[in-house]
């Protein structure tokens, strides 16, 4: 099985792009970023893990599609406002039998790719794993190395049990999900309540549940969440996720959500596919999510002010 990692040097890129890759599969990291790919094909890509144990881990890397030849799985980990382009890039190594996995954060990405490609070849799941890009060319990888991939609105087939495979194969626990929309739904309940409170207040992981006031925050951002994910057809159960989350919180400390790291590097955030996604389904079905759109408003007005935009 061979693969294509689009926006293969950024951490989750890496990360997966890499344990595929010491997994013995064929693999390709693709990138816009000329620093990073001439560093991975210069050194090596370097991968840390949470006991600070760093590997060297040689790899393909361009920043052509035309160097990638066709491959049998694209996996997408660009930024939610790089995806319609990346999709636009990837058009000479995307086949007719290419399957298009999108594991990027958020709600609004598979519907971006599924327009370049149709659904047919789509694929979309959700990954517990966390890493951060140390410099380019090197990630560091922590957290919990699980992962559900599936077909939009179908029950697992065999080509998704097939990637689920490989991917269980490098590290990462894969289920192929019947399911997957309510899977991703999840992980875009603890994303709607963990990332935009610890980038706003500059919060590790675990400082999230020290302060009740914080707390009440994210209740509120979750019932908005729970809400309009039933108006979508998702049924949580409010009570479920909030366990999970805080129990993760607590177990992951030290961790920083992308959107710090985001807002801490003074780049462009997810805001508008988090946060900004449940905003949006509300006012479609007609449902408040006024602390949801108080966390939006909040991002963008910070990242309106360190890009001086």
Avoid at 126 to 147: F, I, M
Wanted: charged share 20%.
């Amino acid at each position: 099985m061979k693969f294509v990692i689009i926006g293969g040097t950024g951490a989750m890129g890496s990360i997966f792009g890499g344990r595929l890759k010491q997994a013995g599969y064929e693999v390709t990291l693709f990138d816009v970023s000329e620093e990073a790919v001439s560093r991975i094909r210069r050194e090596g890509l370097q991968l840390t893990d949470k006991n600070n144990a760093t590997e060297t881990i040689e790899i393909p890397a361009t920043t052509d599609p035309a160097e990638v030849g066709p491959v049998d799985v694209a996996l997408v980990f660009v930024k939610c406002f790089h995806t319609q382009a990346a999709m636009r890039m990837a058009v000479p190594f995307l086949g007719k039998s290419t399957t298009v996995l999108s594991l990027q954060n958020g709600w609004g990405n598979a519907q971006t790719i599924s327009e370049a490609i149709g659904n047919e070849r789509l694929m979309i799941g959700v990954n517990y794993v966390s890493g951060t890009l140390l410099e380019p060319g090197h990630a560091r990888q922590v957290g919990n190395p699980v992962a559900w991939i599936g077909r939009w609105g179908q029950p697992a087939d065999p080509p998704a049990r097939n990637i689920a495979e490989a991917l269980t194969k490098a590290g990462f626990q894969t289920t192929a999900s019947d399911n997957v929309l309510l899977d991703v739904w999840k992980k875009l309940a603890l994303n709607v309540v963990t990332l935009p409170t610890a980038a706003l207040l500059g919060f590790t992981a675990e400082k999230l549940i020290a302060h009740e006031p914080m707390m009440d925050v994210m209740r509120a951002l979750l019932r908005e969440m729970v809400t309009v994910a039933g108006a979508e057809g998702i049924t949580l159960d409010f009570d479920e996720r909030w366990d999970y989350i805080t129990n993760l919180l607590q177990n992951a400390v030290g961790a920083r959500g992308s959107m710090l790291q985001d807002v801490q590097a003074r780049r462009l955030t997810e805001i508008d596919v988090i946060n900004g996604a449940i905003a949006a389904a509300g006012l479609r079905h007609g449902i408040p999510t006024p602390v949801n759109d108080t966390m939006v408003g909040m991002v963008k007005a910070m990242e309106a002010n360190y890009l001086k935009v």
